[in-house]
């Protein structure tokens, strides 16, 4: 599985920005992850397979949003809200084939990362 992500940028506090994660081949489990300067990665948000259960990051509960469309093989995410400390690099991620996990270790996938910035 291959995995573009697209969609960060510079943005002001309080702004939004919609990341997109398109893949080739089947897909099962997805999230978005990030990862700021000098601290691991984290997960920010996953959603399973159908799409009917998702889990957020507390941080971003309330202001991102997880989506997918299953006929475009793609997963987005929504971010309005943003505050600074939101700025990190974005990966969007897929599992090897676990339908919806939490565990960062089941993601087998890799996109390449998309940078967000958000000034305040």
């Known amino acids: 599985v291959q995995l573009q992500a697209s969609g960060g940028g510079l943005v002001q506090a309080g702004g939004s920005l919609r990341l997109s994660c398109a893949a080739s081949g089947r897909t099962f489990g997805m999230g978005w992850f990030r990862q700021a300067p000098g601290k691991e990665r984290e997960i920010v948000a996953v959603?399973?397979?159908?799409?009917?259960?998702?889990y957020y990051l507390d941080l971003v509960k309330g202001r991102f949003t997880i989506s997918r469309d299953n006929a475009e093989n793609t997963v987005y995410l929504q971010m309005n809200s943003l505050k600074p400390e939101d700025t990190a690099v974005y990966y969007c991620?897929?599992?090897?084939?676990?339908?919806?996990?939490?565990?960062?270790?089941?993601?087998?996938?890799w996109g390449q990362g998309t940078e967000v910035t958000v000034s305040s």
């Open positions: 959603i399973s397979r159908a799409g009917g259960s998702t």
């Open positions: 991620a897929a599992t090897g084939g676990s339908v919806f996990t939490t565990r960062i270790s089941e993601y087998k996938n």
